[in-house]
């Protein structure tokens, strides 16, 4: 159920509770330096939040959110670059899950207008399915994770090379919105 409050006021409202309830040496620690261990890209979705599915704390990752978890966007490859070259994360995750407005798009021809690349990602990933399982959103979700994550490492030379030297892991998940749980892939 929503709150009636005017959504100006309740993201003041939570602000206030969030620097009441969160420790000011963390936040001190956190103008010090950036080093997140992960960074992980995921979809735009309200119900997918990785610091609450993960149990992470303010800076532990990089998160990087568009429609559909999909790297067709170069801001969205770049933002992943930076993170495995600047930050120097070890590890990048696709994070996708079941019930996916994005995916469910490319089954009702919505195109909302620029949103092309990403449903032309989904489309892609749809298409090497078998048929039967095609039809089967949550497997067409997953589909895509792993259609994410050769696409990163196809076409980004320095996260390919972070990979071939060891300094980097790539692996994809997941999340069922009914269940909570994060099936790892």
């Given at each position: 159920?929503?709150?009636?409050?005017d959504?100006?006021t309740?993201?003041?409202?939570?602000?206030?509770m969030f620097?009441?309830?969160?420790?000011?040496?963390?936040?001190?620690?956190?103008?010090?330096?950036?080093?997140?261990f992960?960074a992980?890209?995921?979809?735009?979705?309200?119900?997918?939040?990785?610091a609450?599915?993960?149990?992470?704390?303010?800076?532990?990752?990089?998160?990087v959110?568009?429609?559909?978890?999909?790297?067709?966007d170069?801001?969205?490859?770049?933002?992943?670059?930076?993170?495995?070259?600047?930050?120097e994360?070890?590890?990048i995750?696709?994070?996708?899950?079941?019930?996916?407005?994005?995916?469910?798009?490319?089954?009702?021809?919505?195109?909302?207008g620029?949103?092309?690349?990403?449903?032309?990602?989904?489309?892609?990933?749809?298409?090497?399915?078998?048929?039967?399982?095609?039809?089967?959103?949550?497997l067409v979700a997953?589909?895509?994770?792993?259609?994410?994550?050769?696409?990163?490492?196809?076409?980004?030379?320095?996260?390919r090379?972070?990979?071939?030297?060891?300094?980097?892991?790539?692996?994809?998940?997941?999340?069922?919105?009914?269940?909570?749980?994060?099936?790892?892939?």
């Amino acid at each position: 159920m929503r709150e009636n409050l005017d959504p100006k006021t309740r993201l003041m409202n939570g602000n206030a509770m969030f620097r009441r309830m969160t420790d000011s040496e963390l936040l001190t620690r956190l103008t010090k330096a950036h080093e997140p261990f992960i960074a992980i890209l995921t979809c735009s979705d309200a119900r997918v939040d990785p610091a609450k599915v993960f149990n992470l704390s303010l800076g532990d990752a990089f998160v990087v959110r568009t429609a559909g978890n999909t790297v067709s966007d170069r801001s969205v490859m770049g933002s992943l670059e930076y993170a495995v070259d600047c930050l120097e994360v070890n590890a990048i995750l696709v994070l996708g899950h079941t019930e996916c407005g994005a995916v469910k798009a490319t089954y009702e021809c919505v195109d909302p207008g620029n949103l092309d690349g990403v449903l032309q990602d989904i489309e892609c990933a749809k298409s090497k399915l078998d048929p039967a399982d095609a039809k089967d959103l949550a497997l067409v979700a997953e589909s895509n994770v792993r259609l994410q994550l050769r696409t990163l490492e196809d076409t980004s030379i320095l996260i390919r090379d972070a990979m071939t030297r060891g300094k980097l892991v790539m692996f994809g998940a997941v999340l069922d919105i009914g269940t909570g749980a994060v099936k790892f892939i």
